[in-house]
């Protein structure tokens, strides 16, 4: 087990921040992404949405100054990264939305925490301590319960729950691998702006062509709510959140920024609540507190973010 020290106050100041924002935004994608099913496939819909968060980089990326040319070894980490991140992994969060419901799809993202700490364990030799897998364990607990309430909530038939479930848990392998790679030393050598926005202009690129492939020539939505929901979606669920997001991969370890994806769920039926007149029962109000205690006693915990010592 590793004997890296427990996250400081300054450190847990510094990151609560941008955890606290990422979290929210992405516990509202849920009833975005709704919008944005209608006239327009949700192929092409993935396509626009990651094509104006590329434009979008590009324009910080300018604004701050940071440099836009990449060697080609910088290029090809952008390119894995865009194709299993921008590509793959929402083409079949869009999907599995066809099929489930929003909350059981965010429900099993928080899937991503065991899921970042074994490949991080594997790839970056990235230690896990027991108290943090013990506070990972409890908010699995809670999850568990979030699923099961979750589960007995959708209506449907049971192949089209099974596909949908299916393509969530792939859309949570191909995360996981995005989030890993890009806290590799290899992504680490190029500046976050210079890569996401190369990333997520790859990613488009790949969109556009799967969308062609499999829902023929571009279509377009004019209804105001369509588009207000791809500039949230573009701009500030994916410009802005994965900036912030990956740049606490790199801070804090896969294992830990995974986190957001376990409070996600219980955030979008905060918003639920609010908007959908979402009704939290018993077993789910228990599971949302162990997600929360399981959350502060892992990053109470032993850090997972370091290689093992020597001698360790």
């Given at each position: 087990m590793s004997t890296a020290a427990p996250l400081d106050p300054r450190s847990q100041t510094r990151n609560a921040l941008p955890f606290a924002i990422v979290t929210l935004i992405w516990g509202s994608t849920w009833l975005a992404i709704h919008s944005q099913f209608g006239a327009v496939s949700t192929q092409w819909s993935v396509c626009y949405r990651f094509a104006v968060g590329g434009a979008a980089m590009f324009v910080v990326a300018l604004a701050t100054r940071a440099p836009l040319r990449m060697n080609a070894s910088g290029h090809v980490t952008a390119l894995v990264l865009g194709a299993a991140t921008f590509m793959i992994n929402y083409n079949l969060v869009y999907a599995a939305e066809m099929h489930i419901t929003s909350g059981l799809v965010a429900v099993l993202f928080s899937l991503l925490v065991p899921t970042n700490a074994v490949l991080a364990r594997v790839f970056l030799k990235q230690q896990l301590s027991r108290p943090f897998l013990l506070g990972s364990a409890v908010a699995m607990l809670g999850v568990t319960?979030?699923?099961?309430?979750?589960?007995?909530?959708?209506?449907?038939?049971?192949?089209?729950?099974?596909?949908?479930?299916?393509?969530?848990?792939?859309?949570?392998?191909?995360?996981?691998?995005?989030?890993?790679?890009?806290?590799?030393?290899?992504?680490?050598?190029?500046?976050?702006?210079?890569?996401?926005?190369?990333?997520?202009?790859?990613?488009?690129?790949?969109?556009?062509?799967?969308?062609?492939?499999?829902?023929?020539?571009?279509?377009?939505?004019?209804?105001?709510?369509?588009?207000?929901?791809?500039?949230?979606?573009?701009?500030?669920?994916?410009?802005?959140a994965f900036t912030l997001y990956f740049n606490l991969i790199r801070r804090i370890g896969a294992a830990r920024g995974g986190y957001v994806n376990v409070l996600v769920p219980v955030i979008a039926m905060g918003f639920s609540t609010l908007f959908e007149r979402y009704r939290w029962t018993i077993e789910a109000a228990f599971g949302g507190a162990l997600v929360l205690l399981g959350l502060v006693l892992a990053m109470r915990a032993r850090g997972d973010t370091t290689a093992p010592r020597r001698g360790s």
């Open positions: 319960l979030l699923f099961l309430h979750e589960w007995r909530a959708t209506v449907g038939d049971a192949d089209e729950v099974l596909l949908g479930m299916g393509l969530t848990l792939m859309a949570v392998a191909t995360a996981s691998a995005g989030n890993v790679l890009q806290s590799s030393a290899r992504a680490k050598a190029t500046p976050m702006m210079t890569l996401l926005a190369w990333a997520m202009t790859w990613g488009a690129a790949m969109d556009a062509g799967f969308a062609w492939v499999s829902s023929g020539p571009p279509t377009f939505d004019l209804r105001p709510s369509y588009i207000a929901g791809l500039l949230y979606l573009g701009i500030i669920a994916s410009a802005v």
